[in-house]
């Protein structure tokens, strides 16, 4: 079974920082790999996924992430936030034959204008 | 599509009572998942089917959560009896067997408050 750590529990900055959150995944096989994003009172929306082929990819409202697999890390960055960006971040994995998501514990970012 | 679709939004209801929560999965999808989203636990899988049939339930907590999915467009996660600890917002998501590597779609939740 494939277990995903989140390193960052809760991460505060201002607008136009930049971003990085942590994740690793324990699993030694193939492995699909997802960000997700919860804005606050809503459901969990897709940002980026990576199947395979170039392990940096890119999301939806300026985020990326990069798959290092030699680490085992899918760690998510945007260059400049903005308040918007106000949100829980969740890294999840399932392997490519299993449709069992596995999430992380989440990391609360919260951006001050 | 309208995307996933739970009912209801929001759920208060007393201990001991029964508390039935509702999935429409998105047309097509062959995959449903309920998932329990607490502060403590985070998000929890607690059972998925595939065309309708469970498929792993080990996460469900107690022989008081059962769910069933009759048919491909509905599935049900009841509570019984409820309890505070219960507390918690339920997601349903869904995802498609026709192209092996997919995410899943969730739907907005239930937010259940057992007082």
């Known amino acids: 079974a494939q277990s995903v750590s989140q390193h960052n529990h809760h991460v505060i900055l201002s607008e136009a920082a930049s971003l990085e959150l942590g994740c690793n995944y324990s699993y030694g096989g193939t492995v699909n790999l997802f960000w997700y994003v919860q804005y606050p009172g809503q459901h969990l929306q897709l940002l980026l996924k990576y199947f395979s082929g170039d392990p940096l990819v890119k999301g939806i409202k300026g985020f990326e992430a990069e798959f290092i697999k030699s680490k085992f890390s899918f760690n998510l960055r945007k260059p400049s936030v903005q308040w918007s960006d106000t949100a829980e971040y969740f890294c999840a994995v399932n392997a490519p034959d299993d449709y069992k998501l596995s999430f992380g514990a989440g990391t609360t970012v919260t951006v001050r204008a | 599509d309208a995307g996933v679709i739970q009912s209801p939004r929001h759920e208060v209801t007393e201990m001991g009572q029964e508390v039935t929560l509702r999935c429409k999965p998105i047309?097509?999808?062959?995959?449903l998942f309920w998932y329990r989203q607490t502060m403590m636990r985070g998000l929890e899988l607690l059972i998925y089917f595939n065309n309708n049939v469970p498929i792993d339930d080990s996460g469900m907590p107690e022989d008081r959560f059962s769910a069933k999915m009759p048919n491909a467009s509905f599935s049900t996660l009841k509570i019984q009896p409820s309890e505070p600890r219960d507390s918690a917002v339920y997601f349903c998501?869904?995802?498609?067997?026709?192209?092996?590597?997919?995410?899943?779609?969730f739907g907005q939740g239930t937010r259940l408050t057992v007082v």
């Open positions: 047309s097509g999808h062959d995959y």
């Open positions: 998501a869904s995802s498609t067997l026709g192209a092996r590597n997919t995410e899943a779609f």
